[in-house]
């Protein structure tokens, strides 16, 4: 469902062909292939209609409430149809389409496929793109595709995807276990795939960098003592901050997605003002009067740094995008990466009850 959250205003906003269902002799008249055409007319009426909602969305929370209203409806009826006969012809048409167009609920569809269709095809293109965006709730099928599949592309997809997706929930829940199982998975597409082409690259050349990234900044790891400048232009420096939880965010003004964390941001420091906690923004822009300018019209008490867009602080962690988040314990130690909004506040909370367990 992130996937569709992140491509929804788009996307949605284009005709969605039908999908044209081969139909042989032994099943013309087949119920179920109506029904999947009925399925396929009714979704695309809903996405028509959604798509107007979108545009007034406003805020995350009513993407995802409208993106969430269109998979509770057709989720249950996809599975339905699927599970009347899951290994035939329409059965497999109806999986792959869903994965391909609709916001799905839960990792039944997924089980579906992982159950029945994990060595046909077409499993190549989803697991292409779970390398990018990878879904828990399609685990258990990338791991049926990585030991079942005859086809070695394939299985060296679902590999980078399960190593992507352990990395992402390290990060997410600040498991060192779940990080160190990313790592053996990176470890294994070096190995046994590195030749696989990605969307950038060849897999064992990202596997390569996503192995660095874990050893050197992944969780459980010390953050170096990174060194910057304020507004002011003095220079500063992270153990200027030990002691306390620190969020390093490092984004820039022309930022969409880092500027929609700024409200919450400016909560959580205004709920935590009394607690050893700091929040460091560092600003790519690449003038340091664009920022200055930014924060005259926006409130934002809290430290901030300025990096300038290329060199310094980019280059040491090797920033790939906007924002990126870390946090921070007491000790310096990496705790989680690229968590925002109230998983960002849960997360600073749970290392402020552990300083003050500490004490």
Known sequence: MRRWIGT???????AMPLLALDKPAEEKGNNRTTQFQELQKDFQKSVEEVSKELRKARTQEELRSIVTKLSKEYTPR??????????DKVSGDILFWAVDNVPLEGGKVYDLLADNWAGDARIKGLCLRMTQMPDEAAEKLLHK???????????????????????????????????????????RVGKEFAEVKLPRGTAGAQAKSSLEEIRKRGIGKKM???????????????????????????????????????????????????KPFTLISISADEKKETLEKFLELNKMPWTHWWNGASGGIL????????????????????????IRNKQLEEAVEKLLAE???KK
Request: charged share 35%.
């Open 8 to 14: 929804l205003l788009t996307a949605l906003l284009a």
């Open 78 to 87: 996809i599975v339905k149809l699927a599970e009347g006969n899951p290994k």
């Open 224 to 274: 170096p003592n990174l060194e910057s400048e304020n507004l002011q232009g003095k220079k500063v420096q992270l153990t200027d901050h030990r002691g306390k939880v620190v969020v390093l965010d490092i984004w820039a003004t022309w930022c969409g997605p880092c500027k929609a964390m700024i409200p919450h941001e400016r909560d959580m420091v205004e709920k935590l003002k009394d």
């Open 315 to 338: 280059k040491e962690l090797d920033i790939q995008f906007f924002p990126t988040i870390y946090v921070l314990d007491g000790e310096g130690v990496i705790r989680y990466k690229n």
């Open 145 to 187: 595709v990585s030991e079942e599949n005859k086809d070695k592309d394939a299985r060296g997809l679902a590999v980078f995807a399960l190593a992507n997706l352990n990395k992402e929930k390290s990060e997410g829940q600040g498991d060192v276990k779940i990080a160190e199982q990313a790592e053996k998975l990176f470890e």
């Open 355 to 357: 300083t003050k367990d």
